[in-house]
């Protein structure tokens, strides 16, 4: 039986939470949780991050029984849904000139038959979290992450970089995103966690594993106040997975 603890929070110096997440209700026959972090001026990242929840969620509910369950079809079925929603969003972006760069940031774990299927655009991240290992399985789609990876700075350095917001892909931004997608197998005990950067830009990810392994269902609450006591200087939304 699995089951999810989520907690978003406006942080200490934003007035509004342009994140959004979904989670299955009880009644709910598809494990599928989302994520997103908006961006835009006033109220156009609010509006971004639950557009392009909201239509992923929608799509990948009305499409899934018309495919095969197979891994390939399901990863394309992910992708089909982001991609769709990038459409959306960047449609609706076009209608007013004040949400005009709206964008965000999503995040998508669909658990079926011991698989995670995962779909990612941003910064926002998914860690796995195991007994004795834990390991962030996407990659931040940042201006800092690419220059770690170009080796011009550590990832030390990385962590405190001035443009470390500064993000080279995010969904609804151009008429076209394309998202990662990659399978994983779900073992026994494992945790997935689901966050947006306004936790791992204040809390090291060594601490948020402790909490995790430690406070299964009460890790959101707890990192959720371990990143306002930092300075809380983002939104905060945490969803574990269990």
């Known amino acids: 039986m699995i089951k999810a603890y989520a907690k978003s929070d406006v942080g200490k110096v934003r007035e509004m939470n342009q994140d959004y997440y979904s989670i299955p209700s009880s009644e709910s026959d598809l494990q599928l949780y989302i994520l997103a972090d908006g961006m835009g001026g006033y109220n156009g990242g609010e509006i971004a991050s639950r557009l392009a929840a909201e239509t992923t969620k929608n799509y990948i509910q009305n499409n899934f029984k018309k495919i095969e369950h197979d891994k390939e ?81 550590t990832r030390e350095e990385a962590e405190h970089h001035p443009k470390k917001n500064m993000l080279l892909k995010a969904l609804g931004c151009t008429s076209y995103v394309e998202p990662d997608i990659r399978a994983r197998n779900l073992e026994k005990d494992d945790i997935l966690l689901m966050c947006s950067d306004g936790l791992t830009n204040m809390v090291e990810e060594s601490k948020i594993y402790e909490v995790v392994r430690e406070n299964k269902e009460k890790a959101p609450e707890i990192l959720v106040n371990l990143a306002n006591n930092a300075g809380g200087y983002d939104n905060i939304t945490v969803i574990t997975i269990i």
């Open 73 to 153: 079809a399901i990863l394309k079925l992910v992708k089909d849904a982001m991609e769709y929603a990038n459409m959306v969003v960047y449609e609706e972006s076009k209608k007013d000139e004040n949400l005009q760069g709206m964008g965000t940031t999503l995040d998508v774990c669909f658990i079926y038959n011991s698989k995670i299927y995962i779909g990612h655009v941003g910064d926002s991240r998914i860690y796995l979290i195991k007994k004795d290992i834990a390991r962030k399985i996407t990659k931040d789609h940042s201006y800092v992450q690419q220059l770690v990876e170009d080796k011009k700075i």
